[in-house]
Protein backbone atom coordinates (compact mmCIF):
# COMPACT_ATOMS: atom_id res chain seq x y z
CA UNK A 1 0.00 0.00 0.00
CA UNK A 2 1.62 2.83 -1.29
CA UNK A 3 1.01 6.38 -0.46
CA UNK A 4 0.77 8.44 -3.75
CA UNK A 5 1.14 11.97 -1.53
CA UNK A 6 4.45 10.51 -0.86
CA UNK A 7 5.97 9.33 -3.74
CA UNK A 8 5.31 12.57 -5.15
CA UNK A 9 7.90 13.40 -2.97
CA UNK A 10 10.32 10.69 -4.50
CA UNK A 11 9.78 11.65 -7.88
CA UNK A 12 10.95 15.28 -6.90
CA UNK A 13 14.06 13.92 -4.66
CA UNK A 14 14.71 12.16 -7.83
CA UNK A 15 14.73 15.36 -9.88
CA UNK A 16 16.83 17.02 -7.25
CA UNK A 17 14.39 18.76 -4.55
CA UNK A 18 16.18 18.67 -1.55
CA UNK A 19 12.78 20.39 -0.05
CA UNK A 20 11.02 17.06 -0.32
CA UNK A 21 14.15 14.88 0.60
CA UNK A 22 14.11 16.75 3.79
CA UNK A 23 10.21 16.01 4.19
CA UNK A 24 11.27 12.04 4.23
CA UNK A 25 14.06 12.79 6.61
CA UNK A 26 11.59 14.26 8.84
CA UNK A 27 8.93 11.65 8.26
CA UNK A 28 11.40 8.68 8.99
CA UNK A 29 14.10 9.96 11.00
CA UNK A 30 12.48 8.75 14.20
CA UNK A 31 11.72 5.12 13.45
CA UNK A 32 15.67 4.97 11.71
CA UNK A 33 17.31 6.05 15.26
CA UNK A 34 15.10 3.66 16.64
CA UNK A 35 15.97 0.67 14.48
CA UNK A 36 19.76 2.29 14.33
CA UNK A 37 19.65 2.31 18.56
CA UNK A 38 18.38 -1.31 18.89
CA UNK A 39 20.98 -3.07 16.83
CA UNK A 40 23.90 -0.72 18.17
CA UNK A 41 22.51 -0.10 21.60
CA UNK A 42 24.55 3.31 21.64
CA UNK A 43 22.65 6.96 21.00
CA UNK A 44 26.24 8.52 19.20
CA UNK A 45 26.33 5.91 16.92
CA UNK A 46 22.76 5.67 16.00
CA UNK A 47 22.21 8.75 15.57
CA UNK A 48 25.53 8.63 12.80
CA UNK A 49 24.47 5.66 11.34
CA UNK A 50 20.61 7.37 10.73
CA UNK A 51 22.49 10.31 9.03
CA UNK A 52 24.67 8.21 7.01
CA UNK A 53 21.23 5.94 6.22
CA UNK A 54 19.51 9.35 5.19
CA UNK A 55 22.87 10.13 2.67
CA UNK A 56 23.00 6.72 1.22
CA UNK A 57 19.28 6.82 0.33
CA UNK A 58 20.15 10.37 -1.18
CA UNK A 59 22.47 8.80 -3.29
CA UNK A 60 21.01 5.76 -4.17
CA UNK A 61 17.34 7.41 -4.50
CA UNK A 62 16.92 6.71 -8.58
CA UNK A 63 17.66 2.43 -7.18
CA UNK A 64 14.46 2.73 -5.41
CA UNK A 65 11.80 1.22 -7.82
CA UNK A 66 8.71 1.65 -5.52
CA UNK A 67 8.25 -2.14 -5.48
CA UNK A 68 7.95 -2.19 -1.97
CA UNK A 69 6.83 0.19 0.46
CA UNK A 70 9.83 3.58 0.62
CA UNK A 71 9.93 2.77 4.10
CA UNK A 72 10.67 -0.82 3.63
CA UNK A 73 13.80 0.47 1.09
CA UNK A 74 14.76 2.83 3.68
CA UNK A 75 15.05 0.68 6.95
CA UNK A 76 16.90 -2.23 4.97
CA UNK A 77 19.33 0.60 4.60
CA UNK A 78 19.57 1.58 7.99
CA UNK A 79 19.41 -2.15 9.21
CA UNK A 80 22.28 -2.92 7.00
CA UNK A 81 24.16 0.33 8.14
CA UNK A 82 23.86 -0.29 11.70
CA UNK A 83 24.63 -4.28 10.98
CA UNK A 84 28.33 -2.76 9.29
CA UNK A 85 28.64 -0.88 12.02
CA UNK A 86 28.36 -3.28 14.79
CA UNK A 87 30.66 -5.45 12.62
CA UNK A 88 33.89 -2.80 12.74
CA UNK A 89 32.96 -2.62 16.31
CA UNK A 90 32.18 -5.70 17.26
CA UNK A 91 33.84 -5.64 20.16
CA UNK A 92 32.73 -2.47 21.63
CA UNK A 93 29.70 -3.23 23.71
CA UNK A 94 27.75 -0.41 25.59
CA UNK A 95 24.29 -0.20 27.54
CA UNK A 96 21.28 0.67 25.75
CA UNK A 97 21.37 4.72 26.22
CA UNK A 98 18.05 6.42 27.56
CA UNK A 99 17.85 8.49 24.44
CA UNK A 100 15.46 5.47 23.50
CA UNK A 101 12.71 5.90 25.48
CA UNK A 102 12.18 9.88 23.78
CA UNK A 103 10.76 8.66 20.91
CA UNK A 104 7.42 7.13 22.65
CA UNK A 105 5.66 9.61 23.94
CA UNK A 106 1.46 9.23 25.34
CA UNK A 107 -1.11 11.89 24.14
CA UNK A 108 -0.90 14.71 26.27
CA UNK A 109 -5.21 14.67 26.71
CA UNK A 110 -4.91 11.66 29.17
CA UNK A 111 -5.69 13.03 32.61
CA UNK A 112 -3.02 13.46 35.18
CA UNK A 113 -3.47 9.94 36.90
CA UNK A 114 -3.83 8.01 33.64
CA UNK A 115 -0.71 9.73 32.25
CA UNK A 116 1.27 8.74 35.52
CA UNK A 117 0.23 4.76 35.01
CA UNK A 118 0.64 5.11 31.36
CA UNK A 119 4.35 6.29 31.90
CA UNK A 120 5.07 3.66 34.82
CA UNK A 121 3.57 1.23 32.20
CA UNK A 122 5.62 2.15 29.17
CA UNK A 123 8.68 2.66 31.16
CA UNK A 124 8.64 -1.30 32.04
CA UNK A 125 7.67 -2.22 28.44
CA UNK A 126 10.72 -0.33 27.77
CA UNK A 127 13.65 -1.94 30.40
CA UNK A 128 11.73 -5.12 29.47
CA UNK A 129 12.58 -4.44 25.57
CA UNK A 130 15.79 -3.19 26.23
CA UNK A 131 16.91 -6.61 28.27
CA UNK A 132 15.86 -8.55 24.97
CA UNK A 133 18.67 -9.79 22.88
CA UNK A 134 19.36 -7.27 19.97
CA UNK A 135 17.57 -8.94 17.12
CA UNK A 136 14.10 -9.94 18.89
CA UNK A 137 14.44 -5.94 20.64
CA UNK A 138 14.54 -4.91 17.05
CA UNK A 139 12.16 -7.26 15.15
CA UNK A 140 9.53 -6.35 18.16
CA UNK A 141 10.06 -2.79 17.85
CA UNK A 142 9.69 -3.06 14.08
CA UNK A 143 6.37 -5.56 14.18
CA UNK A 144 4.25 -3.80 17.42
CA UNK A 145 5.68 -0.29 17.34
CA UNK A 146 6.02 0.02 13.57
CA UNK A 147 3.55 -2.10 12.63
CA UNK A 148 5.93 -3.24 9.59
CA UNK A 149 4.56 -6.82 8.13
CA UNK A 150 6.45 -9.99 8.23
CA UNK A 151 7.30 -9.47 4.71
CA UNK A 152 8.37 -6.01 5.36
CA UNK A 153 10.81 -7.09 8.04
CA UNK A 154 12.13 -9.76 5.65
CA UNK A 155 12.85 -7.07 3.66
CA UNK A 156 14.49 -4.94 6.01
CA UNK A 157 16.30 -7.84 7.64
CA UNK A 158 17.34 -10.64 5.78
CA UNK A 159 15.33 -13.33 7.95
CA UNK A 160 13.13 -15.59 6.74
CA UNK A 161 9.65 -15.44 8.06
CA UNK A 162 9.31 -18.06 9.43
CA UNK A 163 12.47 -17.21 11.91
CA UNK A 164 11.18 -13.61 12.06
CA UNK A 165 8.04 -15.56 13.74
CA UNK A 166 9.68 -17.56 15.90
CA UNK A 167 11.80 -14.87 16.93
CA UNK A 168 8.90 -12.86 17.57
CA UNK A 169 7.16 -15.81 19.10
CA UNK A 170 10.35 -16.31 21.63
CA UNK A 171 10.41 -12.11 22.42
CA UNK A 172 6.86 -12.31 23.60
CA UNK A 173 7.41 -14.99 26.03
CA UNK A 174 10.62 -13.24 27.67
CA UNK A 175 8.50 -10.36 27.44
CA UNK A 176 5.44 -12.01 29.42
CA UNK A 177 8.01 -13.02 31.84
CA UNK A 178 10.11 -10.33 32.15
CA UNK A 179 6.43 -7.65 32.92
CA UNK A 180 4.83 -10.60 35.03
CA UNK A 181 8.59 -10.25 37.36
CA UNK A 182 8.97 -6.25 37.10
CA UNK A 183 4.82 -5.51 37.75
Known amino acids: MKNPGEQVHIDNVKKG?????????DKYK???YTIAVKILGNAEDAEDVAQE???KAYLQINAFEGKSKF?????TIVYRTSISKLQQDK???LPIDEELT???DYDYAVPQM?????AEREKFVKEAIGKLPKTQSLLITLYYMNENSIEEIEQITGL???NIKVKLFRARKILGKELQFLL
Open 17 to 25: DLASFAFLV
Open 30 to 32: NMA
Open 53 to 55: SFV
Open 71 to 75: STWLY
Open 91 to 93: FRF
Open 102 to 104: KNY
Open 114 to 118: EQLQA
Open 160 to 162: SAS
